[in-house]
């Protein structure tokens, strides 16, 4: 699926790309960058395509996905955290 595809289907879904990308527990600045690419991976566009469904058949995906409880990953190390002094 094209990215332009995407899009129009976010729209038939009726949710955003903002609000899709917190849904998912996947970041908005992953989702942008199928922009470059010019398509998006298969899992997103069942997603999206599933959501468009689910809306032309009254079901509330944002319930059901919510009853999933997913967990956004986030990355290990990155950053500046602050490191655990060692007993000395």
Do not use: R, W
């Amino acid at each position: 699926m094209t990215f332009i595809e995407f899009k129009k289907h976010l729209l038939d879904a009726e949710i955003s790309l903002p609000k899709f990308s917190k849904l998912i527990k996947v970041s908005e600045k992953n989702l942008q960058s199928y922009k470059k690419k010019g398509e998006v991976p298969n899992p997103i566009a069942v997603i999206v395509a599933c959501f468009v469904e689910m809306k032309k058949a009254g079901l509330d995906y944002a319930d059901i996905v919510d009853g999933l409880e997913l967990k956004a990953k986030t990355k290990e190390g990155v950053g500046f955290a602050k490191k655990a002094k060692k007993p000395e």
